[in-house]
Nanobody, 124 residues
Framework: VQLQASGGGLVQAGGSLRLSCGASGNTFNIYAMGWFRQSPGKEREFVAAIHWSTSTIFYADSVKGRFLISRGTASNPVLLSMNSLKPEDTAVYFC??????????????????WGQGTLVTVSS
């Protein structure tokens, strides 16, 4: 599956953005999809994930209550609605997908397919 994140931009603290993940190719065998982010000088970190068959959702503690991951359309299968944004949310956001059920849903290493990221900048 090929992925492409979009929807990033510049927003003031307290504002909102919605990211979309475009997908093409084999989406039928997806086990889970997730959103991760990476700030300059930091490792890529987990943001949110959704188990495809059960729609069970997981969030990083840092975004819980502010971000919402949801399923979209066939061509944009996963969305990330981000509310009450903070300057520390500034990062490049990546969507990812996996076919395998092995490994934790919040683990970067568990995801095989990655899209190019989209930059989210939150000004104070």
């Amino acid at each position: 599956v090929q992925l492409q994140a979009s929807g990033g931009g510049l927003v003031q603290a307290g504002g909102s953005l919605r990211l979309s993940c475009g997908a093409s190719g084999n989406t039928f065998n997806i086990y889970a999809m997730g959103w991760f982010r990476q700030s300059p000088g930091k490792e890529r970190e987990f943001v949110a994930a959704i188990h495809w068959s059960t729609s069970t959702i997981f969030y990083a503690d840092s975004v819980k209550g502010r971000f919402l991951i949801s399923r979209g359309t066939a061509s944009n299968p996963v969305l990330l609605s981000m509310n009450s944004l903070k300057p520390e949310d500034t990062a490049v956001y990546f969507c990812a997908a996996r076919y395998s059920g092995r490994g934790e849903l919040n683990s970067v290493q568990s995801y095989k397919f990655w899209g190019q990221g989209t930059l989210v900048t939150v000004s104070s």
